[in-house]
């Protein structure tokens, strides 16, 4: 973990497999953290993604220092590599577990796009993890449609879930079209933090 998140009230946490962090991960987590009013944003790069091809990821410990280069600078993004260090398949619900007792009292929102919450209840222990956070889940424009109130209506009534609509600026970048210009030989300036960008080429990543 880099930075300090003991006596926290108001925590946001922001996982994913981050191959590589780009702009539109740093803005989501910006956006949640001002509309929430949280003092922190926890970045976790995922372990192992049992959802995704693991050859198509890089190592951890890689994804993770990028993560770490793309944070510095914001004095309110901490980066955490609990699920690289816990092994095996990364699931939500266990890294939920762990933070409810390190970050003892913190309320702790779970950031999302809008396409997770029709799929969330695949994962492992949906019921664990909506009573462990409120889930802010990130909408374009602030405007939910109609199918994605009715889900998340649903999901309240299921599992008694809390959650947050959050307001978003939408950004059309994903790691995909990132990894794909690399390997075409395209610039990814400004797509991703230029330390970033600068640890990509220097390490001939995603060639």
């Known amino acids: ?28 987590a910006e956006q949640a ?26 190592p951890a410990e890689k994804r993770y220092e990028m ?14 590599d609990m699920e690289i260090r816990r092994g095996g398949d990364s699931y939500t619900c266990e890294t939920l577990r762990e933070l409810k007792v390190t970050c003892a009292g913190a309320e702790l929102f779970y950031i999302v796009g809008a396409d997770t919450l029709f799929g969330i209840e695949g994962w492992k222990a949906p019921e664990e993890i909506f009573s462990s956070c409120v889930l802010a889940v990130a909408v374009r424009d602030g405007c939910a449609d109609e199918a994605l109130n009715q889900k998340a209506e649903e999901l309240t009534q299921r599992y008694n879930a809390r ?45």
Do not use: W
Request: hydrophobic share 40%; glycine share 10%; charged share 20%.
């Open 163 to 207: 959650i947050r609509m959050l307001p978003a600026c939408h950004i059309e970048i994903s790691s995909t079209q990132i990894r794909q210009r690399i390997r075409e030989g395209h610039s990814i300036r400004y797509l991703v933090p230029e330390p970033v960008r600068q640890f990509i080429e220097q390490n001939g990543l995603y060639r």
């Open 67 to 80: 993560a770490c280069l793309a944070a510095r600078g914001n004095p309110h993004f901490l980066v955490s």
């Open 33 to 58: 953290r001002e509309f929430l009013g949280l003092e922190k944003v926890l970045l976790i790069p995922s372990g192992n993604s049992y959802m995704k091809d693991p050859a198509q990821i890089l």
């Open 1 to 28: 973990m880099t930075g300090r998140i003991n006596g926290l009230s108001r925590i946001g946490i922001l996982g994913g497999t981050f191959n590589p962090i780009h702009f539109g991960h740093l803005i989501m």
